[in-house]
């Protein structure tokens, strides 16, 4: 799984607020780090409050989104709903005109092709995709509160 990936599975299982999913076994399940986890369970707790809006649309909220929220950028929350529709729309797209495979069988290639497209564009992804480092989860550090709740 890339990154993308194991982030968007750990915040929908953060979402499910299941008491059996502690830090550990979302960690394990997903890859994504402890850091990650205590921030996603601490955003979840924060926007699902009952004063950010309907339960049910919360849990439709993307971990950027949430973040967003969260740090009380409700604007932008709207901003992200455009551009994931703007997105859906160019891989429907790309879909149509059978370039997934093509465009997904080498990084290298597709690197290539997004230089093409923008000079600037592959360091922008880059810096797009880019978060804070993690701190590395070290298994004899004493468990979080949260986790030792679980």
Not at 77 to 83: A, G, I, S, T
Not at 89 to 101: N, S, T
Not at 122 to 141: G, I, N
């Amino acid at each position: 799984m890339e990154r993308a990936d194991k982030t968007a599975a750990a915040w929908r299982i953060v979402k499910k607020d299941d008491e059996r999913d502690s830090i550990s076994s979302i960690m394990k399940l997903t890859g994504v780090g402890k850091g990650t986890v205590n921030n996603m369970r601490r955003v979840w707790r924060a926007i699902n409050d009952g004063k950010h809006g309907d339960p049910k649309a919360l849990k439709e909220l993307t971990w950027a989104m949430a973040r967003r929220l969260a740090e009380g950028r409700e604007e932008d929350v709207e901003l992200e709903d455009w551009r994931e529709q703007e997105a859906n729309k160019l891989v429907d797209a790309l879909h149509k005109a059978k370039l997934i495979g093509r465009l997904t069988k080498s990084a290298d290639i597709l690197a290539l092709v997004l230089e093409k497209l923008g000079e600037g564009l592959p360091a922008a992804l880059m810096a797009e995709w880019t978060e804070e480092p993690e701190r590395p989860f070290d298994p004899h550090e004493p468990a979080d509160e949260d986790e030792r709740a679980f």
